[in-house]
């Protein structure tokens, strides 16, 4: 089972781009989503996660740029991106800690397959 990441491309410096990640329905049950990114010569990191409450985390060079949000409806989570900036280049990958059997799991860990964001100067 895979997570279905979209919405990436190439902005200028600036732009905006918003990231999807639709979720199976096989998945019942999400505990927390998180997007991640691997930007050229650094390891991955998490950028956002959002709980199964709703309060969100971001890490600092994001924040007040990058917003998270979960449509419970959709099984959709999204990652608007405003005032993009070149070292936010690099590919985004969402992840979600998810259940098939309910909210009493057990829960694994699920990834989509990654979505390439690429910034100009």
């Known amino acids: 089972v895979q997570l279905q990441a979209c919405g990436g491309g190439l902005v200028e410096a600036g732009g905006s781009l918003k990231l999807s990640c639709e979720v199976p329905?096989?998945?019942?049950?999400?505990?927390?989503m998180q997007w991640w990114r691997r930007t050229p010569g650094k390891q991955r990191e998490k950028v956002a996660t959002?709980?199964?409450?709703?309060?969100?985390y971001y890490i600092d060079s994001v924040k007040g740029r990058f917003t998270l949000s979960r449509d419970n409806a959709k099984n959709t989570g999204y990652l608007q991106m405003n005032n993009l900036k070149p070292e936010d280049t690099g590919v985004y990958y969402c992840?979600?800690?998810?259940?098939?059997?309910?909210?009493?799991?057990?829960?694994?860990?699920?990834w989509g397959q990654g979505t390439q964001v690429t910034v100009s100067s």
């Open positions: 992840y979600v800690l998810g259940s098939k059997h309910g909210s009493l799991g057990p829960y694994d860990d699920y």
């Open positions: 329905q096989s998945i019942n049950a999400v505990n927390n």
């Open positions: 959002i709980g199964s409450g709703g309060g969100v």
